[in-house]
């Protein structure tokens, strides 16, 4: 899968996906990851990205001229176009997979008040948001996305990361059961007999009561 991602603050990637699973990912040839800085479709002395809202207001708007070149220079054939924005649609899991099946992807991120209107109206495929907070740019969203997204491209886990899941993570079927590794009893606190006893139908059956308990009491509406 190729990723472009035009934003202001390429410097803030380097780190988040230069590690880890996504940067064995890239390393392997399964994701093309390319950053591109926004200022470098500018032809202005200063490097102008952003202007005043017509009709008043506050803050600055990115303006249309610098993304529309960008994006028209970097978008290819089957490239979905997708902005950040808090008025997004919800970003879930559902929505990584559907990403996960492209095949080019390029992401672009706001900043200030946000876009001129009129890059979502004919730029934008999709626009998408993390969640109902306030964060001072796209670029913390993008990466979650990207992370979502990559982890789901054919090859990227290997089949210990993989086993486990759709069937026990948040946003399909419930929350995680509670999980235990070793000693079996650390300051006083015992892991449950249980889990100990290598009784399969006995621990099978207290995982799914733990989850469904669990669930119930944190995420309620994931059980519909
Ligand atoms: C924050 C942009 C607030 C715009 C009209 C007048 C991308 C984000 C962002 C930002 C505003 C995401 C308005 C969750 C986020 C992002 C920067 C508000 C209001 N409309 N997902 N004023 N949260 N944030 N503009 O903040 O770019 S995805």
């Known amino acids: 899968m190729k990723i472009d991602v035009l934003t202001l603050f390429p410097g803030m990637f380097a780190g988040p996906l230069d590690e880890s699973i996504i940067m064995r990912a890239r390393k392997a040839g399964l994701l093309d990851l390319k950053l591109h800085n926004l200022r470098d479709w500018t032809h202005d002395r200063h490097k102008t990205v952003d202007d005043r809202p017509f009709g008043g207001g506050p803050g600055m ?4 001229e610098p993304i529309f ?14 902005l950040m924005s808090p008025a997004g649609r919800k970003f879930d899991q559902a929505s990584a997979r559907e990403l996960a099946q492209q095949e080019d992807l390029l992401f672009v991120t706001g900043h200030y008040e946000g876009f001129d209107e009129r890059i979502r109206e004919s730029l934008a495929d999709d626009e998408l948001s993390v969640g109902d907070y ?9 990466m979650v996305v990207i992370d979502a ?3 789901l491209i054919p090859g990227v886990l290997g089949d210990d990361e993989s086993s486990q899941d ?3 993570s948040a946003g399909s079927a419930g929350l995680e059961y509670p999980q235990y590794t070793r000693p079996a009893e650390f300051r006083g606190m ?5 889990l100990v006893s290598g009784h399969h139908a006995e621990i099978e059956k ?9 669930t119930q009491e944190r995420r309620p509406d994931l059980l519909e």
Do not use: M, Y
């Open 61 to 64: 708007l990115l303006k249309p």
């Open 69 to 82: 070149e960008a994006v028209e220079s970097l978008r290819r054939e089957k490239t979905r176009v997708i």
């Open 134 to 142: 306030v964060l001072t740019n796209g670029a913390l969203p993008v």
């Open 149 to 151: 997204v990559t982890r």
């Open 166 to 168: 759709e069937s026990f």
């Open 190 to 194: 015992k892991v449950p007999d249980v």
């Open 206 to 214: 207290w995982r799914r009561e733990q989850a469904k308990r669990r």
